[in-house]
Each structure stands twice: as C-alpha cells, then as structure tokens.
C-alpha cells in the first residue's frame, strides 16, 4: 500500500560525494517523519539522519557535519546529501517514512529496499 524507493548508491573513493533520494508513493493520507538508516555487514541497523515534515532534524554523531537531510513535502521524498565520505560510511541505506494511510487512517512505519553505498580507500 506503501512504497518507498530509493536511489543515488553506488561507488565512490574516499572525500568524495553522494546524494540518496527516497520517493514515497501509494495510498498516503501524510507523512509526519522520514528518515535514513544504514547497515553495515554484521552491524545493526542505526539511524543515520531523520526529518520531520515541519522540517526539524537530528543525526548521528558519526555523521553530522558531512551530511545533510533535506525533504520536498509535496512530493513525499526525502534526500541525503553525502559529503566527505569514508570507507566506514559504507552501509545498505535504507530509507525509512511514517505515514497515516489514505482510507484507513492506519499508521505504518514503511521501509524502502536499501541502497547500496560503497567507500573506497
């Protein structure tokens, strides 16, 4: 009923630059929250960076400075800007939206496939 669809992975040396882009489509009333994790090979699924539709944003400490959250309310998607990137940021990146259901009023924490970002030394 929701789908989240990301793109921009892919491969780049260290210092250089990415930019994830998630698209929110389906039967969606709103969206209060989108946001980004990463996982890591053997490693937890964390937070990366999270944004409110009022625009308000946090992000992890291993990440703030470097990158930069941002979101176009009007057409449900949610970006992650990548700068000075490092072989540790290299992650499945998942993009993440809580939304309320056009018809049914229902909440749903909905989750995109992941996409791939690879650092290189």
């Known amino acids: 009923q929701v789908q989240l669809v990301e793109s921009g992975g892919g491969l780049v040396q260290a210092g250089g630059s990415l930019r994830l882009s998630c698209a929110a489509s389906?039967?969606?009333?709103?969206?209060?929250?989108m946001g980004w994790y990463r996982q890591a090979p053997g490693k937890q699924r964390d937070l990366v960076a999270h944004i409110t539709s009022g625009g308000s944003t946090n992000y992890a400490d291993a990440v703030k400075g470097r990158f930069t959250i941002s979101r176009d309310n009007a057409k449900n998607t949610v970006y992650l800007q990548m700068n000075s990137l490092k072989p540790e940021d290299t992650a499945v990146y998942y993009c993440?939206?809580?939304?309320?259901?056009?018809?049914?009023?229902?909440?749903?924490?909905?989750w995109g496939q992941g996409t791939l970002v690879t650092v290189s030394s």
């Open positions: 389906g039967s969606i009333f709103s969206i209060n929250a």
């Open positions: 993440n939206a809580y939304t309320i259901l056009r018809d049914s009023g229902a909440a749903l924490n909905a």
